[in-house]
């Protein structure tokens, strides 16, 4: 159980659905096209980003554990092509990691996974974490 969340799950329900999505279309479903309504273009953007990782999630002992991950590969390529056009003067630090949410009672964590800095041009100058 999740804050805000009457039986919540491990991960959030957006991914949950989102793993559901490619673990069906790497059963060869159809893709799902984009929907004209927002919400739901969020929901269809979030199973696009993590069709990459779909037999990673397939091949997962425990699916809710590996799932994280691979959003944390997915939003780390959506970032780091974010960063690539950002063309600032100055430099950008980058944290990446992964929420972990925790039942009420108890802190939340952040897992850090990485920690890099990029100039203003979108090059890796330097890890500082990893």
Known sequence: ??????NGGSCCGSAVAASGYVA??????????LPEDVVDAQQYFVGKALLPYAEQLEKAEDKMIELPYAL?????????????????????????GIQINTPPGFTDYFMPLSFDMHNGKGELQKQLWS
């Open 72 to 96: 944390y590969g997915a939003q780390t390529e959506l970032t780091k092509r974010i960063v690539e056009t950002s063309n600032t003067d100055g430099n950008v630090a980058v944290l990446g």
């Open 24 to 33: 069906g279309v790497l059963k060869g479903d159809e893709p799902a096209t």
């Open 1 to 6: 159980e999740r804050r805000g969340k009457e």
